[in-house]
């Protein structure tokens, strides 16, 4: 105790004759420096362990051990700093200012003032976005927290299953990227009938995704091998969205590179599908090759998503530009009095 009293008091000392001298000095080294004390605070703890980690088995002398830590420890979270203060979205995460001024993490009063046309639809679409990289994020961690998992014959179902070191991982994420499918599914369908004003094509789009994100998540709550995580089976309904969303655009004329994109990304799905399914080519897919297959289908089944939310965004970006506002309806014509 006495030892840890003495090392604080040793801090505590420093950072007074430090403020004390430093008070009324300015300069950019001292600003940058100042800026980056908390997020190097923040940082420099995992990085020290993580150079540990890789260092320690070298068994390099002591002396030389240390200076190695020092560096990568300084340079690391240095340059950690350098990436977070470059990111406006979390910056006040790392102890830094919003870059616009802005309170964070809600600007209530921005959210009173008039916006442009589509917010709203267009935040829905970027969930729609985040959501396959939540997803492919998710996989990647739990793959690597579950050691021996062999992505050639087991199921990607197993990460979440009762065999998993930390089942939580998949089942977590995969019950947020449920949830945001869903919204983004939303989000398609109120961009469809934005662009195009077809409500019955609108309305199915987003059922489906609504369908297939409600199976996502409800699927981790009964993990591998309960029966009833079979209701992930609902969302394989999403392979009908690309058709979907071709009827729902069929009237637009300025997407023809979307246009094909979704059919392309439809025939895949449907190969995947059949040759899966052993109804074409039966033994191509068996058990020792099973997982490379699944996991190809799941790139495609979800990515796509990703990037048709983002070019139909940039629709509806387009559109906001060119139309700021609706235009209000005529005033009725007033008789000279």
């Given at each position: 105790?006495v030892?840890g009293?003495?090392?604080?008091?040793?801090?505590v000392a420093i950072?007074g004759?430090?403020?004390k001298?430093l008070?009324?000095?300015?300069?950019?080294?001292?600003?940058?420096l100042?800026?980056?004390?908390?997020?190097?605070?923040?940082?420099?703890?995992?990085?020290?362990?993580?150079?540990?980690?890789i260092?320690?088995p070298?068994r390099?002398p002591v002396?030389l051990?240390?200076l190695f830590l020092?560096?990568?420890?300084?340079?690391?979270s240095f340059?950690?700093?350098?990436?977070?203060?470059r990111?406006?979205?979390?910056?006040?995460?790392?102890?830094?200012?919003?870059l616009?001024g802005?309170?964070?993490p809600?600007?209530?009063?921005?959210?009173?003032r008039p916006?442009?046309?589509y917010?709203?639809?267009r935040r829905?679409l970027?969930?729609?976005?985040?959501?396959?990289?939540?997803?492919?994020?998710v996989v990647a961690?739990?793959?690597?927290?579950?050691?021996?998992?062999?992505?050639?014959?087991?199921y990607?179902?197993?990460l979440g299953?009762?065999t998993?070191?930390?089942?939580?991982i998949?089942?977590g994420?995969?019950?947020?990227a449920?949830?945001?499918?869903?919204?983004?599914?939303?989000?398609f369908?109120?961009a469809?009938?934005?662009?195009?004003?077809?409500?019955i094509?609108?309305?199915v789009i987003?059922?489906?995704?609504?369908?297939?994100?409600?199976?996502?998540s409800?699927?981790?709550?009964y993990?591998w091998p309960?029966?009833?995580?079979?209701i992930?089976?609902?969302?394989?309904?999403?392979?009908?969205?690309?058709v979907?969303l071709?009827?729902?655009l069929a009237s637009?004329?300025?997407?023809?590179r979307l246009k094909?994109f979704?059919?392309?990304?439809?025939?895949?799905?449907?190969?995947l599908?059949?040759?899966?399914?052993?109804?074409?080519?039966p033994?191509?897919?068996?058990d020792?090759n099973?997982?490379?297959?699944?996991?190809a289908?799941?790139?495609?089944?979800v990515?796509w998503?990703?990037?048709a939310?983002w070019v139909?965004?940039?629709?509806?970006l387009?559109?906001?530009?060119?139309f700021?506002?609706?235009?209000?309806?005529?005033?009725?014509a007033?008789k000279?009095?």
């Open positions: 105790m030892y009293l003495d090392q604080w008091a040793t801090i950072l004759f430090g403020s001298h008070r009324s000095r300015g300069g950019p080294v001292l600003k940058y100042t800026e980056a004390t908390f997020p190097l605070y923040l940082a420099h703890q995992t990085i020290l362990v993580a150079a540990v980690w260092i320690r070298a390099l002396g051990e240390a020092l560096l990568i420890t300084f340079a690391g340059a950690v700093f350098e990436v977070v203060k990111i406006p979205a979390i910056r006040p995460l790392w102890g830094l200012k919003p616009d802005r309170p964070w809600v600007d209530l009063a921005a959210l009173r916006t442009a046309r917010h709203r639809r829905l970027a969930i729609g976005v985040a959501a396959p990289l939540l997803a492919l994020t961690a739990a793959i690597a927290a579950y050691p021996g998992f062999d992505n050639a014959t087991q990607l179902s197993e299953g009762a998993a070191p930390a089942p939580i998949f089942n994420g995969v019950f947020v449920g949830v945001m499918a869903a919204l983004a599914g939303i989000g369908g109120l469809v009938y934005a662009l195009t004003e077809k409500r094509a609108a309305a987003a059922v489906v995704f609504v369908l297939a994100g409600a199976g996502m409800a699927s981790t709550l993990p309960d029966p009833r995580h079979m992930i089976n609902l969302a394989l309904g999403i392979q009908l969205a690309p979907l071709l009827w729902g637009r004329r300025d997407a023809p094909i979704l059919a392309a990304t439809f025939v895949i799905m449907a190969i599908t059949v040759v899966t399914k052993h109804l074409v080519f033994g191509t897919v068996n020792d099973v997982g490379w297959w699944e996991r289908y799941a790139i495609v089944l990515c998503v990703g990037i939310a139909l965004d940039r629709k509806l387009q559109d906001a530009v060119k700021p506002q609706r235009l209000p309806d005529a005033a009725p007033v000279p009095g």
